[in-house]
């Protein structure tokens, strides 16, 4: 007897990690935690400007801007860190408006070094200012038309390799080299970074988390597809945003039996979103999974004042509370209502503290954790067809 068949039972957890143990060896950002980074302290250490603008989009921009966005607040940074992304004209004026360009760095940043909105911001900087090698720094790949630009005008450049792909590149120069010229420990961040990947590959803690989350992601797609982030802190923010575009573009895909895939990321702001968008998780549909994300240690003793105003005196017990007791009573709140109606799949994702590390080894775990939701949902995570496609087409329109 012969026998034929395409079906896919569900991959075993053993299978999984055989699978991510061979991707290893040739998708490059399991590897970016072992990075060298010496050049890049070295080329920071001679940066002269206090002004740091990186003009990119979407991967060249996001994971950066997450973590300057999470430490801005608690390191004591040497020089300020702004981000060109959109070619929203309004939001263009108003940035440039208010930068001395002279004393500023321009970082252009484009994987494909063709980036449209990338290349259109930075021809518009050209119009105000020279951009000559002492005030630019091109992060491209090798053999890009962006990198031909870098040599052409003996411009410094670093390299972004060819296997990393543009959302899961914030720990190689991309976002390590921006991080480093204000200030932020990138050894730190690496530290972090390897943390989770030698739990992963041991099979410890990570490897537990990451395999049990993402088989139940995928195992119950169906009936929970969304998937809400609810960070329990504004600095966070910059996180929701780095994983929205992970989570969509890695695991929105057609699978290998031409079935329609993905989980609908939502990224939440605690305890802003408890005021509106709990709302919905609650008595809403029940078709979301929730992670709430807290902050242990914020690294700040600001506390509500022991003062009456008149007609609030019920509200006194609150007086003399720290902040940050208050915001994780309010998660803490938050996730026993979620318990309590038994119902609605929840986990809790607990940082040390505002540091390097913790928001490192927070956003490599999401790495892995889309990496092993792809493995379970039999789709490439490094490819963007969908995107793509409106690429062409928008260079048609312009070219018309």
């Known amino acids: 007897m012969k026998y034929q068949h395409n079906f896919n039972p569900t991959i075993s957890d053993d299978d999984v990690f055989g699978e991510i143990v061979k991707e290893r060896e040739f998708i490059g950002y399991y590897n970016l935690a072992f990075a060298d980074t010496s050049e890049y302290k070295k080329y920071a250490s001679q940066v002269k400007q206090q002004n740091i603008v990186v003009i990119g989009i979407g991967g060249s921009t996001l994971g950066t801007y997450a973590i300057y966005k999470f430490l801005k607040h608690s390191k004591d940074l040497t020089k300020k860190l702004y981000f060109l992304e959109t070619t929203d004209p309004i939001d263009i004026k108003s940035k440039v ?9 321009f970082i252009v940043i484009s994987k494909s070094g063709t980036t ?12 105000l200012i020279k951009c000559d090698k002492d005030n630019t720094l091109v992060i491209t790949e090798s053999d890009s038309k962006l990198n031909e630009y870098a040599v052409a005008n003996n411009i410094k450049s670093f390299e972004i390799p060819k296997n990393v792909g543009g959302r899961f590149s914030v720990f190689s120069a991309v976002g390590l080299v921006p991080l480093a010229i204000v200030g932020i420990d990138i050894d730190e961040l690496l530290g972090g970074a390897k943390s989770v990947y030698d739990s992963f590959f041991s099979k410890g803690d990570s490897y537990e988390r990451v395999l049990k989350k993402s088989r139940f992601f995928v195992e119950y797609k169906n009936s929970f597809n969304i998937n809400v982030v609810f960070s329990y802190s504004s600095r966070l923010e910059g996180f929701n945003k780095w994983y929205i575009q992970l989570w969509g573009e890695s695991l929105g895909k ?13 990224g939440i702001i605690g305890p802003i979103d408890q005021h509106s968008f709990l ?14 994300i807290k902050v242990n240690d914020f690294q700040n003793n600001l506390k509500i004042p022991n003062i009456d105003l008149k007609g609030l005196e019920e509200l006194n017990y609150i007086n003399d509370i720290e902040f940050s007791y208050l915001i994780n009573k309010q998660a803490d709140a938050t996730i026993e209502s979620i318990n309590n109606l038994e119902d609605i799949p929840c986990d809790v994702m607990t940082i040390d503290g505002v540091s390097e590390r913790s928001i490192a080894s927070l956003m490599y775990e999401y790495e892995f954790l889309t990496s092993v939701c792809a493995k379970f949902m039999y789709i490439n995570a490094y490819d963007q067809p969908g995107v793509e496609a409106g690429k062409i087409i928008l260079k048609q329109k312009l070219k018309k």
């Open 254 to 266: 057609v699978d290998i039996n031409a079935t329609r895939q993905g989980l609908t990321p939502i």
């Open 97 to 105: 408006k208010n930068l001395d360009l002279g004393d500023t760095l």
């Open 279 to 292: 709302q919905l998780i609650v008595e809403g549909r029940r078709d979301k999974t929730v992670t709430v």
């Open 116 to 127: 449209i909105e990338t290349v259109a911001i930075f021809k518009y900087i050209n119009s």
